[in-house]
């Protein structure tokens, strides 16, 4: 089975410019996941879908941080304006009934 | 609330060394653990896992066994190789296959020749 798809594999933005990461999660997998991991820590939570509804955003920054799962399928991180705190690997996961997460190979992104 | 805690790196071992990395853990309930392996350049791979009490996971030459009793689920291997180096961090999940992954802070593993 294929596995979970992320674009732009690196970028890199100056700060307070917008970004926006791809994720196409595993076929039937109604749960999806984005994930920051900041160098040398274990990756946090940012928000949750169930088919297209949010299940969890409590550490999204909602004040530049937004997502979206366009019918329940894809979905779309997008960061407006960058800092540089944001700098970070973003890891989209995919979990579905009876089978447990899986991790796309994530997307690194520098802030200058 | 929940937390994961793993023991700090990097550990630097010689090949055929004996490895543990220690993990506990707290959290409400029983919830499910993990070990999860990053290779560099690479993403979160699943290594291992336990879901109750005792249940011991193994994989590639890896174990950890869920011990409630100390909250822990350390990860342990007999004999480490040069191709093991990577990133190893534990975590946990509070229920079912969905939900948010807790994960320690990483453990740096290098494997010397």
């Known amino acids: 089975e294929a596995g979970v798809a992320q674009s732009p594999r690196y970028k890199i933005i100056e700060k307070r410019q917008s970004v926006a990461f791809w994720c196409n999660p595993i076929?039937?997998?109604?749960?999806l996941y984005w994930y920051q991991q900041i160098l040398g820590q274990g990756p946090k939570l940012l928000i949750q879908?169930?088919?297209?509804?949010?299940?969890?955003d409590s550490q999204l920054p909602k004040d530049r941080f937004s997502a979206e799962r366009l019918k329940g399928v894809d979905s779309t991180l997008k960061i407006q304006p960058a800092k540089l705190e944001d700098s970070a690997v973003y890891l989209c996961?995919?979990?579905?009934?009876?089978?447990?997460?899986?991790f796309g190979s994530g997307t690194r992104l520098t802030v200058v | 609330g929940n937390s994961v805690t793993q023991m700090e790196g990097p550990v630097t071992l010689s090949e055929e060394a004996f490895l543990t990395i220690n993990c506990t853990y707290t959290a409400t309930g029983y919830p499910s653990l993990f070990w999860y392996v990053q290779y560099p350049g690479e993403g979160l791979q699943l290594l291992l896992k336990a879901t109750k009490a005792d249940d011991k996971g193994s994989n590639k030459g890896f174990e950890a066994t869920y011990r409630k009793e100390t909250t822990s689920f350390h990860l342990e291997k007999g004999s480490v190789q040069v191709s093991d180096s990577a990133v190893y961090f534990c975590?946990?999940?509070?229920?079912?296959?969905?939900?948010?992954?807790?994960f320690g802070q990483g453990t740096t593993l290098q494997v010397k020749p």
């Open positions: 076929s039937g997998h109604a749960t």
């Open positions: 975590a946990l999940l509070r229920s079912g296959n969905t939900g948010k992954l807790i």
């Open positions: 996961a995919s979990s579905g009934t009876g089978s447990g997460y899986t």
């Open positions: 879908f169930q088919n297209n509804g949010v299940v969890d």
